[in-house]
């Protein structure tokens, strides 16, 4: 994976001077129809029925989250939802529109880290502002 340092500020200290921090470089986005021709070339499904297989992942999983489930996807990891709310001095006090925010939480599986530990980093050549040198 290659990475590019950029220059940030440190929130707690403003006044302090900006320090130089790796990021990654983002070479692409990988679509549905990309990740079903290759997963098809892998296998003995056309690209067909894997497309039809993301696609209804796609659509069951929010379902699944907004029941209360976790979605274990194997060696993948975990998704489940959190929310937050704001608090109130009493239960009774409690609505739903306490609720401020929903998000989805993504727990990779102890494969997925293993997985991640090996990858090798290569500082590119492209320069904070996206310019290459």
């Known amino acids: 994976m290659k990475y590019k340092l950029i220059q940030k500020l440190n929130p707690l200290d403003p006044e302090a001077e900006r320090k130089w921090y790796a990021s990654p470089v983002k070479e692409g986005t990988i679509n549905n129809y990309q990740l079903s021709k290759k997963i098809a070339g892998l296998s003995s499904l056309t690209r067909g029925d894997v497309i039809n297989v993301i696609e209804n992942m796609i659509d069951e999983i929010p379902q699944f ?49 293993r997985t991640l530990k090996s990858i090798h980093f290569e500082k590119s050549d492209i320069k904070e502002g996206g310019k290459k040198t």
Do not use: A, C, Q
């Open 65 to 113: 989250l907004m029941e209360g489930y976790s979605v274990n996807l194997d060696n993948l990891g975990t998704l489940r939802l959190s929310i937050s709310s704001e608090g109130t001095d009493k239960p009774d006090n409690f609505s739903s529109e306490n609720i401020t925010g929903r998000k989805v939480v993504f727990t990779p599986s102890p494969e997925f880290k």
